[in-house]
């Protein structure tokens, strides 16, 4: 049972390139949510979902765009990377009850120079 | 807008000491959760509170919530070095959107 994968752990990236991090879990969970970590601010919702077919912006979208054709899967797609994107970002997921904690995965370290 | 204030941001403590951290949110909410991050690692679910009053014990470290006063707090009891990493609280006011507060770094030394 893996949980949550997100792919790559590490990435490095030149400004205006475009890329998308991968998160896939194994637990039927239906609600899917990418985060950004940085340092002395927490953890920022980018972009989430509440099941497939249905998406929703978080507190810092722009810059971002997400899908989910699938329970699955939720991949988060850099359209033009800039420095200040610069993070570690997190995938987590939870069963849909307003009740249960979030599953987060490994993270994703991304440097865009 | 949803806020979440955690204080202190950087706590140092020594072994066999015990220490409070508090966690201020902006507006009603029923459920609020605690995670653990070690360095380098992913985010650990350790409490999830879900009413007034609520309070979860697990080893040295408690948690407690008080929905009137929007205040839940994280107490630890005599520290050992294994309690160091970086704390957060975070709550869900009515959506499954969680807001997180900023960590409290804990560093415990012998």
């Known amino acids: 049972n893996a949980g949550v994968t997100q792919t790559p752990k590490f990435q490095v990236l030149k400004t205006g390139q475009s890329m998308t991090l991968q998160c896939a879990q194994d637990?039927?969970?239906?609600?899917m949510s990418w985060y950004r970590q940085d340092p002395g601010m927490g953890l920022r919702l980018i972009h989430y979902?509440?099941?497939?077919?249905?998406?929703d912006q978080g507190e810092v979208p722009n810059g971002y765009n997400v899908s989910r054709s699938t329970t699955e899967d939720f991949p988060l797609r850099l359209l033009s990377a800039a420095p200040s994107q610069t993070s570690v970002y997190f995938c987590?997921?939870?069963?849909?009850?307003?009740?249960?904690?979030?599953?987060f995965g490994d993270g994703t370290r991304l440097s865009i120079l | 807008e949803l806020k979440v204030e955690q204080n202190p941001l950087f706590l140092s403590m020594q072994e066999g000491k015990n220490y409070t951290i508090y966690c201020n949110y902006s507006t009603t909410s029923d459920r609020l959760y605690w995670y653990r991050q070690d360095p380098g690692k992913s985010l650990e679910s350790l409490f999830v509170?879900?009413?007034?009053?609520a309070v979860k014990q697990e080893g040295r470290l408690m948690a407690s919530l008080d929905t009137k006063a929007r205040l839940s707090t994280l107490h630890i009891t005599a520290a050992v070095h294994d309690l160091s990493a970086t704390y957060f609280c975070?709550?869900?006011?009515?959506?499954?959107?969680?807001?997180f507060g900023k960590g409290t770094k804990l560093t415990v030394n012998p």
């Open positions: 987590a997921t939870s069963l849909g009850s307003q009740y249960q904690p979030q599953h």
């Open positions: 979902s509440v099941g497939a077919g249905i998406t």
């Open positions: 509170l879900l009413s007034n009053g």
């Open positions: 637990m039927n969970h239906e609600y």
């Open positions: 975070a709550f869900q006011g009515g959506s499954e959107k969680l807001v």
